[in-house]
Each structure stands twice: as structure tokens, then as C-alpha cells.
């Protein structure tokens, strides 16, 4: 599973930079071409928006991957240990169902939306809905993971202090 793991987030890390500069590459150029020859790429600005919603999607999966979405734990800290574990796997079973529930709205948009077309690209905006159905799939598979991870870890903890 850990080598899974690693190959799905190297992945997700290079996915997210190829969008990232092609994303950038464009603006760029299209700025620079409108600065210098008072013309631009015409669907440039729309599809830059488009790889902008999927870049965020992929960073959500690789934020949900290393644990660092904003969080307040100091309540959390002065518990129990016992306690400090029965809250990370409550909220882990909340983020799944959380993610559940917009995979299946994401689902409903792009089925709604696979045939209708971007004004100037003329992209099939069902491709930019679908964004969604990776991003929340992807945090569903990280947030199990994180969770098999985590009663692991509490499995060795336990037999530790057993000792």
C-alpha cells in the first residue's frame, strides 16, 4: 500500500506543476503579447481559468495527503491520548463523508454540464466539472489512507505501552 501511495503522490506533485506552468505560460504570454502587440491568444484567459480550478482541486488532494489544511488543535492537545485519537478518527469518518457527499454532487454537475461547451475554447465543460470528481475522489482515497495509517500507528502505540 505505502508504494501505491508514493507512486499515486509523486503523480499528483508533477500532475500539479505541469498545470501550473503551462497555466503560468500562458498568462505570460498573453500579457506579454498584449503589452507588445496589442493583440493576444483568445482562449487563453479561458483556459487558463480552467487548469487555475484544476490546480486547486490537485492541491486540495496533496494538502489532505500532508495533513496541512488549517486546523485549531490546542483544545485538542490537552486531552488524553485516547481521547486525541477517538477525535482524529471521528473527524477523518467526517471528512470522508464530507467528500462522499460532494463526489456525488460533482457527479450530477458534470453530467449536467458534459454537453454544454466553453464560449471560445469550445471545451466540453464537463472536463472542468470533472475537476471536482477527481479532486474529491482523491481526497477520499487520502483520507482513507491517512485513517488505515493513523489505526496503525495507534496499533504499535498500544503495544508499546502494553510492554
Same mark, same amino acid.
Given at each position: 500500500?505505502?508504494?501505491? $501511495?508514493?507512486? @499515486? #503522490?509523486?503523480? !499528483?506533485? =508533477?500532475?500539479? +506543476?505541469?498545470?501550473?506552468? /503551462?497555466?503560468?505560460?500562458?498568462?505570460?504570454?498573453?500579457?506579454?503579447?498584449?503589452?507588445?502587440?496589442?493583440?493576444?491568444?483568445?482562449? $487563453?484567459?479561458? @483556459? #487558463?481559468?480552467? !487548469?487555475? =480550478?484544476?490546480? +486547486?482541486?490537485?492541491?486540495? /488532494?496533496?494538502?489532505?495527503?500532508?495533513?496541512?489544511?488549517?486546523?485549531?488543535?490546542?483544545?485538542?492537545?490537552?486531552?488524553?491520548?485516547?481521547?486525541?485519537?477517538?477525535?482524529?478518527?471521528?473527524?477523518?469518518?467526517?471528512?470522508?463523508?464530507?467528500?462522499?457527499?460532494?463526489?456525488?454532487?460533482?457527479?450530477?454537475?458534470?453530467?449536467?454540464?458534459?454537453?454544454?461547451?466553453?464560449?471560445?475554447?469550445?471545451?466540453?465543460?464537463?472536463?472542468?466539472?470533472?475537476?471536482?470528481?477527481?479532486?474529491?475522489?482523491?481526497?477520499?482515497?487520502?483520507?482513507?489512507?491517512?485513517?488505515?495509517?493513523?489505526?496503525?500507528?495507534?496499533?504499535?502505540?498500544?503495544?508499546?505501552?502494553?510492554?
Amino acid at each position: 500500500m505505502e508504494k501505491i $501511495s508514493q507512486v @499515486i #503522490s509523486k503523480s !499528483l506533485d =508533477i500532475f500539479s +506543476v505541469v498545470l501550473l506552468v /503551462i497555466m503560468s505560460l500562458l498568462v505570460i504570454i498573453n500579457v506579454a503579447l498584449r503589452f507588445i502587440f496589442n493583440s493576444s491568444i483568445v482562449f $487563453s484567459e479561458e @483556459i #487558463s481559468r480552467f !487548469l487555475f =480550478i484544476w490546480v +486547486v482541486y490537485i492541491g486540495a /488532494i496533496i494538502a489532505v495527503r500532508d495533513d496541512s489544511h488549517i486546523y485549531v488543535d490546542f483544545l485538542r492537545n490537552k486531552l488524553p491520548s485516547w481521547m486525541q485519537f477517538f477525535l482524529k478518527v471521528v473527524c477523518e469518518i467526517a471528512m470522508i463523508i464530507g467528500c462522499t457527499l460532494f463526489f456525488l454532487g460533482s457527479i450530477d454537475l458534470t453530467e449536467v454540464n458534459i454537453t454544454d461547451h466553453s464560449p471560445v475554447a469550445g471545451i466540453s465543460l464537463g472536463y472542468v466539472y470533472s475537476a471536482g470528481l477527481v479532486g474529491s475522489f482523491g481526497m477520499i482515497v487520502m483520507l482513507c489512507i491517512r485513517l488505515v495509517r493513523l489505526f496503525r500507528k495507534n496499533g504499535r502505540d498500544s503495544q508499546r505501552e502494553a510492554e
